[in-house]
């Protein structure tokens, strides 16, 4: 099985950026569906973007355009670069990843396997 760290988390004013990392050990994080998910404060943990070899990329809305997921498979790294952040993208970001997921259940905390522990990101306005 993969286990997973982000880093990069931090504070930082609205309509600013940051790059959120998440190292992979264990297993070659190429080989799975990584995402990212996201929690704020008295909310249900919610998907942002998701990216594999057979699905290419997937946002959600409330981040298409701003946000950036990638991988370096050389590092058996994942990122998500995020810009123009908003007070709203305040949240803890957790990194995901699965074998497969099930085409349009990408959203589903429960058809991913594998979670990070998280790293807080808060845009001040």
């Known amino acids: 099985q993969v286990q997973l760290v982000e880093s990069g988390g931090g504070l930082v004013q609205a309509g600013g950026s940051l790059r959120l990392s998440c190292a992979a050990s264990g297993r070659t994080l190429s080989s799975y569906v990584s995402g990212w998910f996201r929690q704020a404060p008295g909310k249900e943990r919610e998907f942002v973007a998701a990216?594999?070899?057979?699905?290419?990329?997937y946002y959600a809305d409330s981040v298409k355009g701003r946000f950036t997921i990638s991988r370096d498979n050389a590092k058996n790294t994942g990122s998500l670069q995020m810009n123009s952040l908003k007070p709203e993208d305040t949240a803890v970001y957790y990194c995901?990843?699965?074998?497969?997921?099930?085409?349009?259940?990408?959203?589903?905390?429960?058809?991913?396997?594998?979670w990070g522990q998280g790293t807080q990101v808060t845009v001040s306005s």
């Open positions: 995901a990843a699965a074998a497969t997921v099930p085409s349009g259940s990408y959203y589903k905390r429960g058809s991913w396997d594998y």
């Open positions: 990216i594999g070899w057979s699905i290419g990329t």
